[in-house]
């Protein structure tokens, strides 16, 4: 827009100055002239960031309003509107461009678009947010008939992928002491009544559904071993029973 409020198209790479709109509810400017030199894409960045977008003329009222901000500089400024026959195919109405020196191809066959890599000498970047949240480049842009063959990207929306829960172990060594004398505790079957007893009282206890209780076999092969009567073993757990009992009663 020139000083006198009229519009000239020019070249999106020129630097001039440039209108935000700011729709904040929180500033007393809703027109607001920044006096820097950029270019069109450049000017449109500056105010996404700082303000709201980079300003759109709806009706003469806006127009005059715009005109006396940048009458005394004497200076044109860039406004939102922009001439670009590409459109996004999910109907976006995103103006960002990056197309690569000397394209797009004014060839009427080339009506696709392509971020070259292999095609160009040069490597291909894509544009994505870094871990420091900041937008990087991508670059080679061209367009190329739609039939030709190529890797394509897709996108959706984000979706969080909860944290895998850590494996945790616990190995407890307990002393099973049957009421039944002849209860075979080498039998399979029996080991399993008890191994069954122990999840059912875990899970009362609040123990997670899918908790895996298991057996650990000596290096024998054997589950349980039977104590020996007066042996040191024995008779050492049978004296810390006895301090536990102890210490309960006091």
């Not at 400024?77 to 999910?90: E, K, Q």
């Not at 894509?126 to 670059?139: G, V």
């Not at 009362?204 to 908790?211: C, H, K, S, V």
Request: hydrophobic share 30%.
């Amino acid at each position: 827009m020139s000083t006198s409020g009229l519009w000239n198209n020019t070249s999106c790479d020129d630097q001039h100055h440039f209108i935000c709109y700011d729709g904040k509810q929180d500033t007393n400017q809703t027109y607001v002239l920044i006096q820097e030199n950029r270019t069109w894409i450049d000017a449109q960045s500056y105010c996404r960031q700082h303000h709201t977008d980079l300003v759109s003329v709806r009706n003469q009222t806006e127009n005059t309003e715009i005109e006396k901000k940048i009458s005394l500089t004497g200076l044109p400024v860039w406004i939102g509107l922009f001439l670009d026959s590409w459109r996004w195919s999910d109907q976006s109405d995103s103006s960002f461009r990056n197309w690569q020196s000397g394209w797009p191809s004014t060839d009427q066959r080339h009506n696709c678009t392509l971020l070259s890599y292999y095609v160009l000498e040069n490597a291909v970047y894509f544009y994505y947010y870094s871990e420091k949240k900041k937008y990087l480049e991508w670059r080679n842009l061209i367009n190329l008939p739609c039939d030709v063959t190529n890797p394509f990207i897709c996108y959706g929306p984000a979706v969080e992928t909860p944290e895998k829960p850590q494996l945790k172990r616990h190995v407890v060594r307990m002393k099973v002491t049957p009421k039944d004398p002849n209860l075979n505790l080498s039998d399979p079957a029996v080991q399993d009544v008890i191994l069954q007893q122990i999840r059912n009282k875990l899970k009362e206890q609040g123990l997670p559904a899918d908790t895996k209780v298991t057996w650990k076999k000596q290096p024998d092969g054997k589950v349980f071993h039977k104590e020996e009567e007066g042996s040191p073993k024995k008779e050492e757990e049978e004296k810390k029973m006895k301090r536990m009992m102890t210490k309960r009663e006091l």
